[in-house]
């Protein structure tokens, strides 16, 4: 699994992790937050873009994302939910990484595709029980621009 960083390019999950740690201890008296969200572009197959948000707020930001293409899945209901289930797995092995370097305060947030308005607004209950049950902050749309802004740039 490698992640595309627009400055530094293909990294290894362990290099994309050293490189957020740097950036946060790079100023450590600001707050951070994490942010990661997925979404996905229906073609011939589906590609899925789940994308890391290292947030320093006030100051900017960075991010890296990866991608995953799989067969071509119609349902939007299975999508959204391929969607979630990619982000918590993400969300997962960074806290994991965080908690192991003492930075087990550091909020992690999932942002997911879904909103009140449109198709997915029947999906919100589901999938932010999904994110909340495994223990992280879940935002829909509007405030879900982890997944309507940023994965969703690099899905097209």
Same mark, same amino acid.
């Not at 707050?31 to 997925?38: C, L, Q, R, V």
């Not at 947030?55 to 890296?64: D, E, N, S």
């Given at each position: 699994?490698?992640?595309?960083?627009?400055?530094?390019?293909?990294?290894?999950?362990?290099?994309?992790?050293?490189?957020?740690?740097?950036?946060?201890?790079?100023?450590?008296?600001?707050?951070?937050?994490?942010?990661?969200?997925?979404?996905?572009?229906?073609? %011939?197959?589906?590609?899925?873009? @789940? #994308?890391?948000?290292?947030?320093?707020? =006030?100051?900017? $930001? &960075?991010?890296?994302?990866?991608?995953?293409?799989?067969?071509?899945?119609?349902?939007?209901? %299975?999508?959204?939910?391929?969607? @979630? #289930?990619?982000?918590?797995?993400?969300? =997962?092995?960074? $806290? &994991?990484?965080?908690?192991?370097?003492?930075?087990?305060?550091?909020?992690?947030?999932?942002?997911?595709?879904?909103?009140?308005?449109?198709?997915?607004?029947?999906?919100?209950?589901?999938?932010?029980?999904?994110?909340?049950?495994?223990?992280?902050?879940?935002?829909?749309?509007?405030?879900?621009?982890?997944?309507?802004?940023?994965?969703?740039?690099?899905?097209?």
């Amino acid at each position: 699994m490698y992640f595309v960083s627009p400055t530094k390019g293909k990294l290894t999950f362990e290099q994309m992790m050293a490189d957020i740690m740097a950036y946060i201890t790079g100023l450590p008296s600001s707050a951070y937050k994490i942010i990661i969200g997925s979404d996905s572009q229906v073609k %011939q197959e589906t590609c899925f873009i @789940t #994308a890391v948000i290292v947030h320093r707020l =006030g100051k900017g $930001a &960075r991010y890296y994302y990866r991608k995953k293409i799989q067969r071509k899945i119609k349902s939007l209901r %299975q999508k959204i939910f391929y969607e @979630t #289930a990619l982000s918590l797995e993400l969300g =997962g092995l960074i $806290a &994991r990484h965080f908690a192991e370097c003492g930075l087990d305060d550091l909020q992690v947030e999932i942002h997911i595709d879904v909103g009140a308005q449109g198709e997915t607004r029947d999906l919100i209950r589901e999938v932010v029980g999904m994110v909340t049950g495994s223990g992280f902050q879940a935002r829909i749309k509007p405030e879900a621009y982890g997944a309507s802004s940023v994965a969703d740039k690099h899905t097209k």
